[in-house]
């Protein structure tokens, strides 16, 4: 499956941004779905993950509360909603697919978009 994140850009702390990944190439709903995110000098951090059908979600919980995951699967997408951004918040945001049930490591998404660049000024 190819992933196609977009959505970010340079907003001011305290706004919302909504990241969109659109997939195609394989059967969207036989995967779920996560995003990561990775700052300057930092490794690549969970952030939210969500079933194949979209019924389960798993946050981690300190964005839990800012952060929401969803997906629609008519139309290929998996979102994540943020608000009341942070200046740390601050990173490359990637979408990823995997085959199995809600995972929350790295290592177990076998497919991965580009990255979204999230900028958060103070």
């Known amino acids: 499956v190819q992933l196609q994140a977009s959505g970010g850009g340079l907003v001011q702390a305290g706004d919302s941004l909504r990241l969109s990944c659109a997939a195609s190439?394989?059967?969207?709903?036989?995967?779920?779905m996560a995003w990561f995110r990775q700052a300057p000098g930092k490794e690549r951090e969970f952030v939210a993950s969500?079933?194949?059908?979209?019924?389960?979600?798993f946050h981690t919980d300190s964005m839990k509360g800012r952060f929401t995951i969803s997906r629609d699967n008519a139309k290929n997408t998996v979102y994540l909603q943020m608000n009341s951004l942070k200046p740390e918040d601050t990173a490359v945001y990637y979408c990823?697919?995997?085959?199995?049930?809600?995972?929350?490591?790295?290592?177990?998404?076998?497919?991965w978009g580009q990255g979204t660049l999230v900028t958060v000024s103070s």
């Open positions: 969500i079933s194949d059908t979209g019924t389960d979600t």
């Open positions: 190439g394989r059967t969207f709903g036989d995967y779920s």
């Open positions: 990823a697919a995997s085959r199995s049930w809600l995972p929350t490591r790295a290592y177990q998404y076998a497919y």
